[in-house]
């Protein structure tokens, strides 16, 4: 058992390696126009980080300027204003059933991007990288109940338009709403432009597990009362004696009635084990037991859903025992963290259970306690989702593992964890490439991180 926590903590840190961190370093716009939309609901209202490059707002709003690659101050301005427009009068918010008013907060430009990258881009060149962004505020006198956002333009999709010039394509725009410690990806189109939020939707997340059957011990008695007892028995038996013989019984039944009384009175102390009955339990089947590690194993990875500290801790806590929890909370907040200053979101989105096999249901020490112990061993497929500027990576990876579970007081827990397989199935990407190295961008060119 002790070495149960290094083998999951690695497997833990795999998952997450792969499905999360991989991408960190390779997530990027792509060569086209792009909004990211990332919304906040908050006690007080909803916060609505927007993001957008210039070759978005050419598709929506239309810019004048005299060269497509560089604004003047002058038309810098008057793009804020344009930009700023759009976001108050053509974005909209609803909370509650009421049209919410909008504000702006930290309207950003960034119109003199990195000239290096311009070769990563050769279709819209600067203008992907020029890109403009602020926070729409709606405020709300408490947190919104119900939420809808709803969000305006579509430019035509270039991979689309190249593959089927015939058919005007809209861009599908995807984002996240964050809300109750929770963060979900979500889509909006030009054939629905509102995604809807409700409250109260977290606690579905996470499945009940069967509640932990009592562990039996054997029989316990006191051992003076089981001396008493003998005593009892045996004066019985001389009385029986004097009955038979017609003299001396009264002897032998004030012996055996103050035996009796005293072994009663005396019954806790000193108690040992019964000599009759061996205390076995009665364990459970592998049908209980399946019911155990199916939700177990899904809320494990439900917990990489939240993003605040507590909750990420709070939800471990239900699937896994002990130190293994401080490290995997560690490691799980940091990536989180990591995603959060870098502008990019790591998302669980898919689990799929196949094979699962239990064996070796016993009774076994944990925590310096017996408690009911079974194996599983199970196949299963994660699907990740590295979310950037409006779009997102895969990542898909199979695994064959086998699970220590333990019935302890507070519940079901994985105990312990050893991989024996892992199988990244969705196509494998190049390394990601230095920014100031322009040999190497040039020689990515033409790749699927491109």
């Known amino acids: 058992m002790r070495d149960a926590p290094q083998s999951l903590r690695r497997a833990i840190l795999i998952a997450l390696t792969l499905l999360l961190s991989s991408g960190f370093a390779r997530a990027h716009p792509q060569d086209g126009p792009h909004a990211d939309l990332r919304a906040a609901i908050e006690p007080d209202g909803v916060r609505w980080s927007v993001g957008v490059n210039v070759a978005f707002l050419d598709a929506v709003l239309g810019v004048h300027r005299e060269a497509m690659d560089s604004l003047s101050p002058v038309e810098s301005e008057a793009l804020r204003a344009m930009f700023e427009r759009y976001l108050l009068e053509e974005v909209r918010v609803t909370i509650d059933g009421e049209a919410a008013t ?64 015939e058919n005007e394509v809209r861009m599908v725009l995807e984002g996240q709403v964050r809300a109750e410690g929770v963060v979900e990806l979500v889509r909006f189109s030009d054939a629905d432009p509102t995604v809807e939020w409700s409250a109260g939707g977290i606690a579905a997340r996470f499945l009940p597990t069967p509640a932990v059957p009592e562990v039996a011990s054997a029989a316990r008695v006191g051992s003076v009362s089981l001396g008493l007892a003998g005593l009892t028995l045996l004066s019985g038996v001389w009385l029986v004696v004097s009955l038979v013989r017609a003299k001396g019984r009264v002897l032998p039944l004030v012996v055996m009635i103050v035996s009796a009384g005293a072994g009663y009175a005396a019954r806790g102390v000193a108690p040992i084990d019964a000599p009759w009955g061996d ?75 196949m094979e699962l096999a239990i064996d070796n249901v016993r009774l076994g020490p944990v925590n310096d306690a017996d408690v009911i112990l079974f194996t599983a061993t199970h196949r299963w497929r994660v699907e990740g989702t590295v979310y950037h500027w409006g779009h997102s990576h895969t990542r898909t990876i199979e695994y064959l593992a086998r699970y220590e579970v333990a019935g302890l007081g507070e519940g079901w827990r994985f105990v312990g964890h050893e991989v024996l397989e892992q199988t990244r199935l969705d196509p494998g990407e190049q390394e990601p490439v230095d920014p100031n190295d322009v040999e190497a961008i040039l020689r990515s060119l033409g790749t699927d991180d491109i």
Do not use: K
Request: hydrophobic share 35%; aromatic share 8%.
């Open 279 to 353: 205390g076995e339990v009665e364990l459970p089947g592998r049908e209980y037991c399946e019911q155990v590690f199916r939700p177990l194993h899904l809320n494990m990875y439900r917990s990489f859903d939240y993003t605040d500290e507590s909750d990420v801790y709070d939800a471990l806590a239900g699937s896994v025992q002990g130190p293994l929890l401080e490290a995997l909370y560690t490691q799980i907040y940091g990536s989180l963290v990591q995603g959060e200053q870098g502008g990019m979101l790591g998302i669980i989105t898919g689990i799929e259970p």
């Open 102 to 165: 909008p504000s702006l907060e930290n309207v950003q430009l960034n119109l003199t991007p990195d000239p290096q990258l311009v070769v990563l881009y050769p279709r819209m060149g600067m203008r992907a990288l020029m890109r403009c962004s602020a926070v729409i505020v709606y405020e709300s006198d408490a947190m919104p109940e119900h939420v809808e956002l709803t969000w305006p333009g579509y430019p035509v999709d270039q991979l689309a338009a190249e593959l089927e010039p």
